[in-house]
T-cell receptor, first 111, second 114 residues
Framework: AQRVTQPEKLLSVFKGAPVELKCNYS??????LFWYVQYSRQRLQLLLR??SRESIKGFTADLNKGETSFHLKKPFAQEEDSAMYYC?????????????FGAGTRLTVKP | ETGVTQSPTHLIKTRGQQVTLRCSSQ?????VSWYQQALGQGPQFIFQ???????GRGNFPPRFSGLQFPNYSSELNVNALELDDSALYLC?????????????FGPGTRLTVL
């Protein structure tokens, strides 16, 4: 069964500190992993996806199949990074049926 | 391409009633997915439509049904409402071109069942 676990509901760091939001998954096949973000009073939007191997707004995430993890990292957090972050998994590379989301982590970056 | 709209914004119903939620996505977005997001939880996949056909379904009972229309609009219908159906309902569309699985979310409809 597909499952996404985000162990931290809340995470608070100071501006300029490194931040890591944890995501673990369970899936028997080859998953596609995503991070979605929701800023205050905005809609949910895609932050990055593992297949692109890109850095967005200074964030990166590496898929570790051995540890079944897809942690989101940023070396120097900014106040504007404060938001709700959701890790998501899709079991298909086509048609995107059944996207599973974690419960989310609320990141607060303090000045 | 963030032009997904949903209506209404808020809705209050009583147990046992039926509700229809609407979503409108952009031209070229032939895939639409619906999610239920309970308070403090991540979105849960209800179902997905592609070119007016159901293309996948999550663990929701048959009283949750949907329709997709050729004009890029879609509906989520819920019959025999239960208190636990109170949640934020999100629709998300995926363009035919671009990255697979990149979904563009609407702002959601907040449903309260009393």
């Amino acid at each position: 069964a597909q499952r996404v676990t985000q162990p931290e509901k809340l995470l608070s760091v100071f501006k300029g500190a490194p931040v890591e939001l944890k995501c673990n998954y369970s899936y028997s096949g080859s998953p596609e992993l995503f991070w979605y973000v929701q800023y205050s009073r905005q809609r949910l939007q895609l932050l990055l996806r593992h297949i692109s191997r890109e850095s967005i707004k200074g964030f990166t995430a590496d898929l570790n199949k051995g540890e079944t993890s897809f942690h989101l990292k940023k070396p120097f957090a900014q106040e504007e990074d404060s938001a709700m972050y959701y890790c998501a998994l899709s079991g298909y590379h086509y048609n995107n049926n059944d996207m599973r989301f974690g419960a989310g982590t609320r990141l607060t970056v303090k000045p | 391409e963030t032009g997904v709209t949903q209506s209404p914004t808020h809705l209050i119903k009583t147990r046992g009633q039926q509700v229809t939620l609407r979503c409108s996505s952009q031209s070229g977005h032939n895939t639409v997915s619906w999610y239920q997001q309970a308070l403090g939880q991540g979105p849960q996949f209800i179902f997905q439509y592609y070119r007016e056909e159901e293309n996948g379904r999550g663990n929701f009972p048959p009283r949750f049904s949907g329709l997709q229309f050729p004009n890029y609009s879609s509906e989520l219908n819920v019959n025999a409402l239960e208190l636990d159906d109170s949640a934020l309902y999100l629709c998300a569309s995926t363009p035919d071109r671009g990255f697979y699985n990149e979904q563009f979310f609407g702002p959601g409809t907040r449903l309260t069942v009393l």
